[in-house]
């Protein structure tokens, strides 16, 4: 718990690498990033599957060592010692699933040296449960409270809240806010791009490397996408989409992304579809698609 | 042709895993069936393809050689390659011979999966793995094309790469039914219909279930009262029963999904404590 006049003692930067590159034999996981993570900051880190999320994380905990650069956790290279002062939830939760709640936690916070948690209503009624048969939703419930139960100063969570209803997803959401108004420094990866409005400060990865960062409508900035509006929706993907135009469908309207509106008009004309066609915002998803695409820069 | 399953009750073992749901598709469109775990939609997906005894109810589908089924686990043989898996679910649909390697190439190539056919399916990332399970489901060109969660734990980029080939089979004239976790994909979707512990919490086009929404979000620094509250980033939004409600200092918001579905999950939550 951070008291206001504690403030000063507190590290500036809680998670920080400092142009860090990682390779694998001929592989580049990884490729000279610079990021960090400040107190009461929840950051997201973005990216496709292979970008290299996954491996800067396990560098930043000292679970894996850089080839290139440095990391700090908590204002050291980490260590068995500093990572007693963060939380983590991986992607698979780390739980135990042949033991029940209970001793699921008696078990964190022995490790810890920590006094085991208490437990919400929902999992008090589950308490003696095998951790194999609990929905997927309290598992993760289960899984944040292990993982805060001894006062994290820095946590770092590998999708949390993957699989849950919206619901679920809000009160997981609740507990992140939480712990970042108490001064703890949050990095956060998901899949789901409507969370990315949750986080302070996103981080996107594509291709190892850090492509973009800020806020979601400083990752979109100037990009747009096409919107066509059509009776005849159907004929207007196939056309488009043999065109080799990267659409999609939402709703009964076709999208492209990174497009030129007169080449989509021509396009469509060509076919002979009527359409209505008009500029829009591009979405976090459609900039990323294009980040995706875009060819190696020299 | 229009596929249906109407007023559907599912009972395994005492529990009612589906209650009263009713799920329409016509062809050339998507329907997405949007809930988290345990809501119930690979049950009414698997009432639709005849895989699951309705206790009340009935379904319109067809015959199961015009279905193609994506389960949400599995979907491929993992110690056979892209090709064998291809050609096996090729051949239970008498696909053979050259009728057979255009096709199964022509599904590989529109999926990217056309540089992989010699490798096995264990060495597929997840997003190409699910690709292939969709492409085999896809081989004997489905009139009805039902895919339990396609895009659960693959990554965005991935995504975007799947939901191009459910839009593809839609245009060309599928009916797809499609699961998901994900809010932005029942938003692009035709029409959704949102699950939540067997029962039915909204359905209809996007428009529809943004409009049956009744009472008032505000958004807030403070909520007044933080058991209707939720969190959108730092700020709060907050449930209202009626705008008559709604306090002079609070902003009202135009609802999204997402406030809809939180709002009707906590009122059904809400009617079932206050009946217990």
Sequence with gaps: MTHPDEAETLPAVLLRADRVSRTFGAVTAVDDVTMRVGPGEVVGLLGANGAGKTTLIRMLLGLLATSVGDVELLGGPPDLELRRRLGYVPQGLGLYRDLTVAENLAFTAQAYGAIPPELSESLRLVADRLVADLPLGLQRQLAFIAALAHDPEVLVLDEPTSGVDALARAALWDTIHEQAEKGVGVLVTTHNMKEAEQCDRLLLMSQARLVAQGSEADIIGFTTAIAVRTKEWARAFAVLNEAGQPVMLAGRDVRVADADADHVRTILADAGVTAEVTGVPATIEERMMVLARAPEEP | ?276
């Design chain 2, 1 to 276: 042709m229009t596929y249906a399953v109407r007023h559907a009750s599912v009972r395994f073992s005492g529990t009612l895993a589906l209650d009263d749901v009713s799920l329409q598709v016509e062809p050339g469109s998507v329907v997405a069936v949007v809930g988290g775990d345990g809501a119930g939609k690979t049950t009414l997906l698997r009432s639709l393809v005849g895989k699951v005894q309705l206790e009340q109810g009935e379904v319109d589908a067809p015959p199961p050689e015009a279905i193609g089924y994506l389960p949400a686990t599995a979907g491929s043989w993992l110690s056979l390659s892209v090709a064998q898996n291809m050609d096996f679910v090729g051949g239970i649909y008498g696909l053979s011979g050259e009728a057979l390697v255009s096709r199964r190439d022509e599904l590989l190539e529109r999926a990217a999966l056309g540089h992989t056919v010699d490798r096995l399916a264990s060495q597929l990332s997840g997003g190409m793995r699910r690709k292939l399970g969709f492409s085999m489901a896809m081989l004997h060109d489905p009139p009805l094309l039902v895919l339990d969660e396609p895009s659960t734990g693959i990554d965005p980029v991935s995504r975007v790469d799947l939901w191009r080939l459910v839009s593809e089979a839609a245009a060309a004239g599928a009916a797809v039914v499609m699961s998901t976790t994900y809010l932005d994909e029942a938003e692009r979707a035709a029409s959704l219909l949102a699950l939540e512990g067997g029962r039915t919490l909204a359905s209809g086009t996007l428009q529809d279930v943004l409009d049956s929404f009744v009472g008032a979000i505000t958004r807030t620094t403070t909520p007044h009262r933080r058991a209707w509250a939720w969190r959108r980033g730092r700020e709060y939004h907050e449930y209202w029963p009626t705008t008559v409600d709604v306090p002079i200092d609070s902003v009202a918001v135009t609802p999204d999904l997402e406030d809809v579905v939180i709002t009707m999950s906590m009122l059904k939550r809400h009617d079932s404590e206050l009946a217990s």
